[in-house]
């Protein structure tokens, strides 16, 4: 039952400070690689938005109550027919030392989330 609940859209957002740690940059820039590797046909198509978005801006204001962001952080929202679903992942600040480790786990919650899986 894959599409029992079309995705619309899935989200995966890089909150960050002015000022970024090292673990804070390498989660937004292996987060980063790993969609533009495996996600290309979904960012074409909009279905897959990934994003680095500064939480200190006020111009962001809207988009931080939105997710309820209070620190650096990678989030992924899911738009579908039962409205928006936000969950921060946490796992990713346990891989940044291990490059492939990071990548699989991004892939795969992904995919899940595209596929309508929020478990």
């Known amino acids: 039952a ?3 609940s ?3 859209k899935v989200e995966v957002i ?3 400070r002015n000022q970024q740690c090292t673990s804070c940059i390498a989660i937004g820039d292996l987060a980063e690689g790993t969609v533009n590797a495996g ?3 979904e960012l074409a198509s909009g279905r897959l938005v990934f994003a680095h978005v500064n939480y200190e801006l ?3 204001a809207a988009l931080v109550t939105e997710y309820n962001v209070t620190g650096p952080s990678l989030w992924i929202g899911v738009f579908d027919a039962g409205g928006f679903h936000k969950e921060e992942d ?4 346990y891989l940044i030392n291990d490059e492939k480790a990071f990548s699989a ?6 995919t899940k989330r595209l596929n309508g899986d929020l478990s």
């Open 2 to 4: 894959i599409n029992s």
């Open 6 to 8: 079309p995705v619309e």
């Open 14 to 16: 890089h909150f960050h």
């Open 39 to 41: 996600f290309r046909d």
């Open 58 to 60: 006020p111009e962001n």
């Open 90 to 93: 946490i796992k990713v600040w």
């Open 105 to 110: 786990h991004i892939t795969e919650l992904i």
